[in-house]
């Protein structure tokens, strides 16, 4: 793999994440963002660039393949907003990715539910409490992070503030993200 990763759309996946970067270090950190290329800056940090190397690895270099999400949609409750940011294969396999953009209204259960795959999520704003069976409740904050495993039941909480998280779901394709369970 040379200096550049060899793919064209790695810079639009550094620009896709340049705000989660920038907006999580300090502000001595930020005077050299602010005069670097997306680029430039992973060149010049070698633990963000082998966390991109590794990202791009475990996804199978999936980025060259990605195909575009369709535009911002609201998918099931009002109370959840669902922006599909990407959706690629994982090749080799029968299971997809979908990362997307999440908006939660405040004080709001979201429903017992599960995911015929992987689950990931980071907090970006506002604060939930995740219910996960066999597991005691867990308080999130803006920041921390979190897995769900395949087919576990979950549902989560928000707070005054509502919630806003990235959420990446690695899926059989053709099922559906999230399949609704019945409350405990």
Known sequence: MDENFGNENFGGLLSSAWSLISARVTIAARQQINHATPEE??????????????ALAVFGGGVANAQQAPAAATQGASNIKRTPLQKFDVPGTAMETVMAAVDIVPNVSIGRHMHPGIESAYLLEGDVTLLVDGQPEKTLKA???????????HDG?????GAKLIVTYVVEKGKPLAVPLAAK
């Open 41 to 54: 800056f992973c060149m010049r940090n070698p633990m963000l660039r082998a966390a991109v190397v590794a």
């Open 143 to 153: 920041g921390d992070s979190w897995q769900i495993p395949v087919g576990v039941p």
């Open 157 to 161: 909480k928000t707070g005054a503030k």
